[in-house]
């Protein structure tokens, strides 16, 4: 009996999971990705070295091999391709709407505002930006490029003298030169593992998220299962369901990120139409809820329905990433004294003297179970 055939794209170690899960559950995988020594391009059964930008030649290969599915994890670029080649081919996907609203930060807002969801002031701001064009908006505030990821030109605003040099870091780091800027909505942060088949919707996880705070909040580690109230948490179930169908997600991994406000009121910071990255999807809800969520996205991509099965027994887990060197020493003492609760670390560069400024300058981590 022949193969049936996925399409991947993507080749970065996250994705490389999703390959290997693939390959597990019986799927001639087919990657397309820039070749640039990603550990996918071994590990699939055929690579195609072809940027994932190039939507419309990856199209013309998956039409000729009769691909069952396409589908990625982590990659907000790759998801656009994933969209684009499945809805051509008449697969599992999602929506033009969706590759719209779900990249762009304003876009993603007027989307949430528009189906009632809370929202905080927010303005769309170009190189020519006057902070006269935000009279009565409420400090602190949040300034983000409209279109990145991974906390690139990402500041918290105090003050009415730090707004322009805020906006110009954030336009720079835009590939469409845009930032948003919004109210800051206070309170602990958290962030929510979906997976969606036909429009149903279901959540597998939530993440307790740590930051560096103002003015960055870099991610400086992430544990699940988060410690929200049970009795808290089919409230933020439904926001998180009213905000995807707002962003039309109707199939695949979601990752949600919200905070819980002071006056108990859900506040949406944004949604990606993928696993959530820092191995928080690949890793995380795995072992924190014993499900299979990458053998999950396989399925969905080729029009299946998820399996709820649990395939392993839940562990709380954690990653932590490395910041300052104390992080890095704190590392050494767990694997002295507790070396059976390192699920896995990446490489350490042990650079201490550049500072990190976003989520790709970080110096490594590791992941451990809690339980």
Request: with cysteine.
């Amino acid at each position: 009996m022949e193969k049936k055939r996925l399409a991947i794209i993507g080749a970065n170690a996250a994705i490389t999971m999703l390959i290997e899960k693939a390959k597990e559950k019986g799927y001639e995988t087919h990657v397309f990705a820039w070749q640039c020594g990603d550990p996918g391009e071994k590990a699939a059964d055929f690579f195609y070295p072809i940027s994932i930008a190039d939507k419309e030649k990856i199209f013309d290969i998956c039409k000729g091999l009769h691909i069952d599915g396409v589908a990625s994890v982590t990659s907000d670029f790759a998801v656009n391709a994933v969209n684009y080649v499945a809805r051509k081919l008449g697969l599992v996907g999602n929506s033009e709407r969706t590759d719209l609203v779900a990249r762009n930060k304003y876009e993603m807002r007027c989307a949430f505002r528009e189906a009632g969801l809370y929202t905080p002031q927010f303005y769309q701001a170009g190189s020519d930006f006057s902070p006269e064009e935000i009279i009565g908006f409420h400090y602190p505030l949040i300034v983000k490029p409209t279109d990145r990821w991974s906390s690139k030109g990402v500041t918290r605003v105090d003050e009415p003298n730090q707004l322009l040099d805020a906006v110009h870091c954030a336009v720079r780091e835009s590939f469409n030169d845009k930032a948003i800027i919004e109210e800051f909505m206070d309170g602990p942060e958290y962030s929510a593992e979906c997976i969606c088949y036909r429009g149903e919707r279901r959540i597998l996880a939530f993440t307790q998220k740590e930051t560096t705070g103002n003015p960055h909040y870099i991610e400086t580690g992430h544990i699940q299962p988060a410690n929200i109230p049970l009795e808290k948490q089919e409230n933020i179930r439904q926001v998180i369901f009213k905000a995807l169908e707002a962003l039309d997600i109707q199939n695949g991994a979601a990752h949600a990120e919200f905070r819980i406000l002071p006056d108990g009121q859900i506040g949406i910071i944004e949604i990606g139409a993928r696993m959530g990255g820092d191995s928080i999807g690949t890793d995380l809800t795995p072992i924190s809820t014993g499900l299979d969520y990458l053998g999950m996205v396989v399925d969905v991509a080729c029009g299946k329905a998820p399996s709820f099965d649990s395939v392993s027994e839940p562990t709380p887990v954690r990653i932590k990433f490395i910041i300052k060197k104390s992080d890095k020493e704190a590392y050494e003492a767990l694997c002295r004294k507790r070396p059976e609760a390192i699920v896995r670390a990446g490489e350490f560069n042990n650079d201490f003297d550049n500072a990190v400024v976003d989520s790709s300058t970080r110096h490594g981590y590791y992941i451990e179970k809690i339980g």
